[in-house]
């Protein structure tokens, strides 16, 4: 199957500083790839759909200015979250869809971000 | 909108003993449904889904699931389980289309005693 890899894996950072998370896939072109969030013990929540060559659409409720997104390449994506606090601690995990008609998900093994 | 519910949190089952999760879905249009298993502090991994045809469908690990259109249900089923099989479980429902975007379940917790 088609092969998400997710960097890093887990990062600590100072409350205030940014932290730059990277969504490729491996061996196939994504247009579109999403990214979750998932809080300890509960579900993964779409944060925002990212669009190759163009601006990500943020689900209601996420800031925009808060977690950037790119996605430059068929192959890249990257969520930065800026001026990252204490609450933005969570697991972050990229999604892109493969096949025909894009119809499988293919998960990144996630970034566990710790704010302190 | 659509929205899945997962009603069990937590179920713990005897390894050897069945399982069957529960997955409740709510969606305007024909929908696309998935299992996942999620290990502690791991990505997702795909158990089966089901797009159309045969409501019973076979995934991995010798997992099944069966889609009830009449219930709006997509219930998880293992005959044996193995200690292995400790995990997260999440439904998710997407839409053709949407190049899946999903929207998933609260999960459900398994563990497996010896």
């Known amino acids: 199957g088609a092969v998400v890899s997710q960097h890093p894996s887990w990062v600590i950072c100072k409350s205030g500083t940014s932290v730059k998370i990277e969504c490729r896939s491996l061996d196939f072109q994504a247009t579109t790839m999403f990214w979750y969030r998932q809080f300890p013990k509960q579900s993964l929540m779409l944060m925002a759909t990212?669009?190759?060559?163009?601006?990500?659409?943020?689900e209601q409720g996420v800031e925009k200015d808060k977690f950037l997104i790119n996605h430059a390449s068929l192959t890249l994506s990257t969520l930065t979250v800026t001026s990252a606090h204490p609450e933005d601690s969570s697991f972050y995990i990229c999604?892109?869809?493969?096949?025909?008609?894009?119809?499988?998900?293919?998960f990144g093994q996630g970034t566990r971000l710790t704010v302190v | 909108a659509q929205s899945v519910t997962q009603p069990d949190i937590h179920i713990t089952v005897s390894e050897g003993a069945s399982l069957e999760l529960r997955c409740n879905y709510s969606?305007?249009?024909?929908?696309?449904l998935f299992w996942y298993v999620q290990s502690p502090g791991q990505g997702l991994q795909l158990l089966l889904k089901y797009f159309s045809g045969d409501t019973l469908v076979q995934g991995i690990k010798g997992f099944e699931a069966e889609f009830k259109r009449s219930q709006s249900s997509f219930n998880l089923r293992k005959p044996s389980v193995h200690w292995s099989d400790a995990a997260e479980y999440f439904c998710?429902?997407?839409?053709?289309?949407?190049?899946?975007?999903?929207?998933f379940g609260g999960g459900t917790r398994v563990l497996v005693k010896p």
């Open positions: 998710a429902v997407g839409a053709l289309g949407a190049g899946n975007k999903l929207t």
């Open positions: 990212s669009n190759e060559g163009s601006k990500a659409t943020y």
């Open positions: 999604s892109a869809p493969a096949g025909s008609p894009n119809t499988e998900a293919f």
């Open positions: 969606y305007g249009a024909t929908p696309y």
